[in-house]
């Protein structure tokens, strides 16, 4: 069983940033697909970032801001979020694809999810 735990979420200014980790335990791959995707209320999850051993994604509305890094010694994901605007403010959940391929972008290629942690940016 895979487990995913997020943290580093909170409140912070426009302009701001934060960093999200997501320690990850189980039986997991290095190889496969680490995602990041955020839900605001009211609307559908998205795509944020994800990065695999060869390949790393990012949505455009957070491309040149957000980072997402990999520590496999300590497995942990990380999403370095800088110049955050208030539409930034949404939970943001880590997510694991078990397969080796297929879609970085849509959260049903994902099969294991952490709870979600709070971003929230005011003006």
């Known amino acids: 069983q895979v487990q995913l735990v997020e943290s580093g979420g909170g409140l912070v200014q426009a302009g701001g940033s934060l960093r999200l980790s997501c320690v990850v335990s189980g039986r997991t791959f290095s190889s496969n697909a680490m995602g990041w995707f955020r839900q605001a209320p009211g609307k559908e999850r998205e795509f944020v970032a994800a990065?695999?051993?060869?390949?790393?994604v990012y949505a455009d509305s957070v491309k040149g801001r957000f980072t997402i890094s990999r520590d496999i010694a300590k497995n942990t994901v990380y999403l370095q979020m800088n110049s955050l605007k208030p539409e930034d403010t949404a939970v943001y959940y880590c997510?694991?694809?078990?397969?080796?391929?297929?879609?970085?972008?849509?959260?049903?290629?994902?099969?294991?999810w952490g709870q979600g942690t709070q971003v929230t940016v005011s003006l």
């Open positions: 990065r695999s051993w060869r390949t790393t």
């Open positions: 997510a694991y694809r078990a397969s080796i391929s297929g879609s970085y972008y849509s959260p049903l290629e994902y099969d294991y």
